[in-house]
């Protein structure tokens, strides 16, 4: 599974870091970004993130 943020959606309000940091984290210009490997393990929750982002900004590719 491949996620990114779509940084022109994102609103930088740090739902998805809130919920699942090991995947989602604060990029150089203050919004999220994906910053690591969805593996088995993590797939729930970074999902999860992606399901709560406000603006639909985490986009399955």
């Given at each position: 599974m491949n996620?990114?943020?779509?940084?022109?959606l994102c609103i930088?309000?740090?739902?998805c870091i809130a919920l699942c940091p090991?995947?989602?984290?604060?990029?150089g210009s203050g919004k999220a970004d994906v910053i690591a490997?969805?593996?088995?393990?993590?797939k729930?929750?970074?999902v999860?993130?992606?399901?709560?982002?406000?603006t639909d900004a985490i986009?399955?590719?």
């Open positions: 996620l990114y943020v779509d940084q022109e930088a309000c740090g739902s090991e995947v989602y984290d604060w990029n490997e969805i593996t088995a393990e993590l729930d929750s970074a999860e993130a992606k399901d709560i982002c406000p986009i399955e590719e």
